[in-house]
């Protein structure tokens, strides 16, 4: 397929840029910061000026940073809504008819994500109508744009939402928890710290699977939004215990109370990914291969 894909130098982008070119489809790459396979360009300067048609359109631009840019930075991730409003309006203008929108776990309302049992966060908990409130403005920016697909599946173009969890992988950028729990370990830091008391829990799922699931939703046609995890809850205190048992020590652990902590658990439902795709890379693994990397 003639592919466009925006924030293609971004961690989700260039692994899928590479996925995309690796099975034959030809990919149109744009991000503000360019290299030698990606043309430097302004995804809402293309969007708005642009009336390309492709076969598929990725949208992966957006602004991010982990925990500590959602909570500081509640205006700049806002800035996502201007991005995926005109991705939506360029869809239509351009007569693509497919495309996917990343979505997030920042969707779901945090009432679901509080301490005590552990609520396994399914589709459904979404309700448009009533959707309560997700977290941050990340979260509602992310919610916003699910909605805005509904209007561009009205005008024709099949819109493959996609809800990851926490997202990782070898060359993920440390602002990210697992990355910088990886640099800890490899540093062999003792005491070792970890933002909030510990005992928050994330459903953990490689870029590789990740991109899978994306490619699959759109080779199977899946409708709806997707969850894209395991369904796995690890602690913080769990996977630091898990990181530095691989790499062959046993720090002290060391609370930050005052550090950003988010939600308490995040956790999904994986049944609807698993109707089109099976995650290979446990989490474990994911250690292994990140501390070797």
């Not at 007569?95 to 920042?106: D, E, I, K, L, Q």
């Not at 459903?203 to 409708?223: E, R």
């Amino acid at each position: 397929m003639r592919v466009l894909l925006t924030g293609a130098s971004g961690f989700v982008g260039r692994h899928l840029h590479a996925a995309l070119e690796a099975r034959g489809d030809t990919v149109a790459a744009i991000d503000l910061r360019g290299n030698h396979a990606v043309y430097t360009r302004d995804a809402l300067d293309f969007f708005r000026r642009d009336n390309t048609r492709f076969e598929l359109a990725i949208h992966c631009a957006a602004i991010v940073g982990g925990r500590a840019s959602i909570d500081g930075s509640p205006l700049g991730v806002a800035t996502n809504l201007a991005l995926d409003s005109w991705y939506f309006r360029w869809l239509i203008r351009s007569g693509t008819p497919r495309a996917v929108f990343f979505s997030s776990s920042a969707a779901y309302p945090v009432t679901l994500q509080q301490p005590g049992d552990i609520h396994r966060l399914v589709e459904t908990d979404i309700n448009y109508e009533q959707p309560g409130r997700s977290d941050a403005t990340y979260g509602m920016a992310k919610l916003t744009g699910e909605q805005l697909a509904q209007y561009a599946e009205a005008e024709g173009c099949r819109v493959h939402i996609l809800r990851p969890f926490s997202g990782y992988g070898e060359d993920q950028d440390d602002a990210y928890p697992f990355p910088a729990f990886i640099r800890r370990a490899k540093e062999r830091q003792d005491p070792f710290e970890i933002w909030g008391d510990g005992s928050s829990t994330r459903d953990w799922i490689h870029i590789d699977d990740l991109i899978g699931a994306t490619l699959a939703a759109v080779d199977q046609d899946a409708t709806g939004p997707i969850n894209v995890g395991w369904g796995r809850a690890t602690s913080f205190d769990e996977l630091a215990g898990l990181v530095t048992a691989e790499a062959g020590y046993a720090p002290e652990l060391k609370h930050l109370a005052a550090a950003p902590q988010g939600v308490h658990h995040r956790v999904c439902d994986p049944k609807r990914m698993l109707d089109v795709y099976q995650p290979r890379i446990e989490l474990e693994e994911g250690i292994r291969r990140a501390l070797t990397a």
